[in-house]
Structures are given as structure tokens and as C-alpha cells.
């Protein structure tokens, strides 16, 4: 780790709180602020758009062009933190870099309020280029530690849990109370305010991390200009491309090629052969991580629309969005100590594994609606609601075995001076997954197959889908342990 790296993880007792160094709270409530923004803005999105912009289609086509624009805002959000990880790491500086993410987010998600649908895309592409910015955040929790804290772990599980908080709060007040009362669009000024409220704190509590920062390699006085004219020149770019959903799925294949190449050459630069045996098992974990969200991802799309369409519930179908990160604040905990406990008893499973335990339970979550709604189904066409939280309920125990080990796996495996760019990566499978996701839920409404019927086909293919991707990720666990070199 060079000097620059290590003077930007200081681990001084005096400044802990609660076990932890005090930057990290700080850090976390900026979460929190950002993660009400994204799923309070998810939880609604589609239905919002198929009843605001696609109203005159066929039902079938309104939903499939919902879906894949809502897959395809996903996939470009994520997309963009692979050049956000870069813009931090070498322009800006990652805390200057968080810092505009945030600014222009709750810019973005205010003028997704307004009802016309060029200002609603300006809007959505101003919003994914910020979220590029934001990859910082992720890495400054890592900052916060030595390299060789074992607290690291901790506070990565504390990161999720604050993820989560803001994403079980949301829906709640974006999509059931504000936008159940007044309208969805009003729900967009509520996610604004959330968001602009962790920008506030960043603003009022983030000095200290800006004065620890090393300097960027093409920072100084115009960078930020420079960087906001070169957003400014990406806007129609962006509007064009979430507007053609074939033109965003070459980008997207596009943008994965050179990733891919760009580690390769980076490694063979190095001449480090355990570095390059290590990227490439991050690569391969890649693969397992949008294998995973694929299938997981249904959730913001097609999951939404079977709660709406076919699912009995108390409670207005946007909830079923809070039941994920529920899950997660419930068990996470749980998660933390089990594994190592494990680990105590010699029966940790390695992170291959645990990706590959993840792959199986997401696909279980697909078998229990299949066989639901071809066994299960009521009088009136419907499921128990009990059925889709059992869904989401496994969904959640697979991302724990998966996610939040994710983080920690990049930041192992990574090389110190492209942690930023290595974590964009990682957030840029979720992109391919989103685009992949966009596609699987268009197919529940396309096809031979219709209605009920279309989601029950569609979920059982992906329940064989994900237990051959289990089953292959469970018997290569032990290679790709091996090219982690230690990296467990």
C-alpha cells in the first residue's frame, strides 16, 4: 500500500465512537439520505411510467416498455460508476467526487416532478450520470481503517445496514404515503429531500476526510468545470440511450469488454502474477454477481407488476418493496456473527461458495411463485401475499451470503491504487444485470404465455437457470479460492 493510500486510512483510538472511527458514522448517515433516494424513487418508478407515459399502449406493451426502462435506468446508473470510480480516483479526488454525486442527484430526483416526458428523461440522465460520482462512498467506509483492522468486515455489514435502513424507510413515505396520497410524482420530492439531506450532512461533517485526501493525479482548480462540461456534453447521449433499449445493451456489452480487457492489461503491466491470478478471480466473482442480480433484480419490475396484478396483500403493493430490506436489517446481524462462528469451527465457507449459496437460494425464491401459482392459486386468479415474502425472504438470505462479502472481496483482491475503479466494476455487474433483468421481465408479458400464466413460466425458467449456475460455482469454489491467493 503506498504512503498516499495508508495516510488515508487512519486508525488513531481516539477518534472511535462506539467501537468505530468516528468518520465512519458520518459516512453512514450520508447512506442512509442516499439509499432513501434510489429505492423510494425504485419502489414506484414503473407503475409510475406505465400509467404517466405508456397509458395509450396495450397493457402488455405498457408494462414490457416500463420494465425495460426501468431496467434500463438501473443498468445506466451502475454503468456509469465504472467512469465515476475513474473521475475519483485520478480528477477529482474521491471526496470532491461524493460530493457533486449528491448535489446532482436531489437536482435530478426534483425534476423528475415535472409531468412531461423530455424533462422526465432529462432528468433521469442528469440522475444517472451523478450516481456515477458516488462509487467514493463505498471506499471511504474502507478509509476509515487500517489495512489490517479486523473491524473492516464490521463496518462494511454497518454500511449495509444503513443501505438497507434508507431502503426499507422509502417505500413507506415515497411510493404509500406521499405518492399513494397525492401522487407518485410528488413521491420524486420526496426522495429529492432525502437525498439532499445526506449532501447537507457530507457538506457540514465532511471537512476532515477532504483534508486526508492525497491528491488526484489530474486534480487542481478546473477539474470539477471540466468534469461537469464533459456531463453536460453526455446528457443526449444518456437520453438517447435509456429512450433505445437495444442501443443501451451493445454499450452495456460494450463497456464489460473493456473492463475486462483494462484489468488484464493492468495486471500484465504489473508483471505481478498473484495480482493477475487475483483479478482474475474477482472477474469470475463478477460473473456470479450478475448471474445473481439478474435474477434478483425482478423485484424493481416484473415482481412489482405480479404484487399488483395478482397478489393478495393488507397492504398496497409498493410495500412488498420494504420486505427485502426488512430482511436485511432482521438478519444481517444474524449473518455477521454465524460467520465467524463458522470460521471458529473450521466450516467458513469460502467466498466462491458463498456466492454460489446465494445463486441457489435466488433460484429457490423463482421455484416457490412457480410452483405457488401453478398449485396455490385462489378463486380470484390471486396468491396468498405470504408467498411472495417467502420469495423475498430467500432472495435477501442469498444477498447476505453474496453482497456485503462482495464489497469486502474487491477491496482484497483489488490493487490499492484502482480501489475506486475496482469498485465501480463491481457495481458495473450490477448494470449488466439490470440490463439482463430488463429482458427477463419483459418476457413475463410477451410470448405465448399471458397474464399469470407468463409470470409462472418465466420464474420456473429462472429457478433452472439459477440452480445450474449454483451448481457450477459450488464445484469451481476451490480453483477460484486458489487464485485469491490468501484473499479468503
Known amino acids: 500500500m503506498s504512503t498516499e493510500i495508508a495516510a488515508a486510512n487512519p486508525h488513531a483510538a481516539p477518534s472511535d465512537r462506539w467501537g468505530h472511527p468516528r468518520g465512519l458514522w458520518m459516512l453512514l448517515g450520508v447512506t442512509v439520505g442516499l439509499n432513501f433516494a434510489f429505492y423510494g424513487f425504485r419502489s414506484f418508478v414503473a407503475p409510475y411510467l406505465a400509467q404517466t407515459f405508456f397509458a395509450s399502449l396495450p397493457i ?47 437536482l435530478a430526483l426534483a425534476l423528475m416532478a415535472w409531468p412531461t416526458r423530455t424533462v422526465f428523461v432529462l432528468a433521469l440522465a442528469i440522475y444517472v450520470l451523478g450516481a456515477g460520482l458516488s462509487i467514493p462512498l463505498t471506499v471511504l467506509i474502507g478509509r476509515n481503517y487500517g489495512p489490517d483492522d479486523p473491524r473492516r468486515d464490521a463496518g462494511y455489514t454497518l454500511f449495509y445496514l444503513a443501505i438497507n435502513l434508507g431502503a426499507f424507510v422509502a417505500p413507506f413515505v415515497c411510493a404509500d404515503w406521499i405518492g399513494g ?19 447537507l450532512l457530507f457538506e457540514l461533517r465532511g471537512k476532515p476526510l477532504e483534508a486526508r485526501q492525497p491528491p488526484a493525479r489530474y486534480g487542481g482548480p ?91 396483500a393488507p397492504f398496497d403493493f409498493s410495500l412488498f418493496q420494504s420486505f427485502n430490506p426488512l ?21 467458513n465457507p469460502s467466498t466462491p461458495r458463498k456466492f454460489g449459496i446465494g445463486l441457489l437460494l435466488v433460484a429457490l425464491s423463482y421455484g416457490v411463485v412457480a410452483y405457488a401459482v401453478h398449485h396455490l392459486t385462489g378463486a380470484d386468479g390471486r396468491v396468498s401475499w405470504l408467498i411472495l415474502a417467502l420469495c423475498y425472504l430467500l432472495q435477501t438470505i442469498g444477498e447476505l451470503a453474496l453482497s456485503p462479502i462482495g464489497y469486502a472481496m474487491v477491496t482484497r483482491l483489488a490493487a490499492p491504487d484502482e480501489s475506486s475503479l ?56 476451490p480453483l477460484i479460492t486458489k487464485l485469491m491467493h490468501g484473499a479468503r
Do not use: C, K
Not at 90 to 101: I, K, S
Not at 181 to 199: C, K
Not at 327 to 338: G, N
Open 422 to 477: 475496482a469498485m465501480g466494476g463491481w457495481f458495473f455487474g450490477i448494470a449488466m444485470a439490470y440490463q439482463l433483468s430488463g429482458q427477463i421481465a419483459a418476457m413475463t408479458t410477451t410470448g405465448s404465455a399471458s397474464g399469470i400464466a407468463g409470470y409462472a413460466h418465466v420464474y420456473g425458467l429462472l429457478f433452472v437457470w439459477g440452480l445450474l449456475a449454483s451448481a457450477l460455482y459450488l464445484l469451481a469454489a
Open 327 to 347: 430482511y436485511i436489517l432482521l438478519f444481517a446481524p444474524v449473518m455477521a456473527v454465524l460467520w465467524p462462528w463458522l470460521d471458529r469451527q473450521g466450516r
Open 60 to 106: 402488455g406493451e405498457a408494462l414490457r416498455d416500463a420494465n425495460v426502462l426501468t431496467a434500463g435506468v438501473g443498468a445506466l446508473l451502475y454503468a456509469t460508476h465504472v467512469f465515476g470510480g475513474w473521475i475519483a480516483d485520478n480528477v477529482l479526488g474521491e471526496v470532491r467526487a461524493l460530493r457533486t454525486a449528491l448535489w446532482l442527484e436531489a
Open 222 to 312: 478546473r477539474a470539477l468545470p471540466a468534469v461537469l462540461l464533459g456531463m453536460l456534453a453526455l446528457l443526449y447521449p444518456t437520453m438517447l440511450l435509456l429512450e433505445h433499449s437495444q442501443f443501451l445493451g451493445a454499450a452495456v456489452n460494450l463497456l464489460l469488454g473493456l473492463l475486462m480487457l483494462y484489468f488484464i492489461v493492468s495486471s500484465l503491466r504489473r508483471g505481478d502474477r498473484v495480482q493477475t491470478q487475483r483479478y482474475l478471480a474477482m472477474l469470475l466473482l463478477f460473473a456470479a454477481n450478475i448471474a445473481f442480480w439478474a435474477l434478483s433484480l425482478q423485484g424493481a419490475t416484473s415482481l412489482n407488476f405480479f404484487a399488483r396484478d395478482y397478489v393478495n
Open 181 to 199: 396520497r397525492f401522487g407518485y410524482r410528488y413521491g420524486f420530492l420526496a426522495a429529492s429531500a432525502g437525498v439532499a439531506l445526506g449532501a
